[in-house]
């Protein structure tokens, strides 16, 4: 009777064994495929037409409610964070080869805080296959001021200008995040049509 007793027990813990690992892999399966976790999040701009991507650990912020010119704002924390802003030129024929002429216009766009301490020349780009500047800069000091990587972009042609401001603070902390800012940077596509 003992041995009988012994394989009914033995054969209940192998189905319960079995049974268990069915409902777990069940579970497993519809955790992974209900709620996935995105290592990366594309915004797609629709009426300016352009993409960038930042980290899916980054939260995307409210749009401020005075600024309609602003298409995205995101942070990684308190300390470092992306605008993307997009506004009309009056501007034509601005390519890689004619970039100099707007150079002006640039430096009176960044020299128009007085707060501003430009780090080095401006830097001639092409990103996402449009052409424009990358300034580094600072502003304010202590715990008023940062650092921006601000680059200006110019779409078709000259006639609307896309800026990529990424912000920094401290000013110290922009050696820290400028790895994380540039690989941002190169997910932009100027053109998402």
Known sequence: MNRKLLVVVAVAAVLALLAGAAVGRNLLSDATTTSPTADVVTFKDEIAKFSISYPGSWERLALPADDPDVALLVKADEATSLLVRTSALGLDNVTTKTLN?????????????????????????????????????????????????????????????????????????????????????GTFRGSDE
């Open 101 to 185: 002429i707007v150079r002006k216009f640039t430096d009176e766009l960044v020299a128009a805080d007085t707060r501003v301490t430009v780090l080095g020349e401006p830097v001639a780009v092409e990103l996402g296959g449009l052409p424009g500047y990358r300034y580094r800069y600072t502003y304010g000091t202590g715990a008023s001021g940062g650092a921006h990587d601000h680059y200006f972009l110019f779409k078709n042609g000259g006639r609307q200008l896309i800026q990529l401001v990424f912000q920094a603070t401290p000013a110290q902390h922009l050696a820290e995040v400028t790895p994380a800012f540039q690989r941002i940077a």
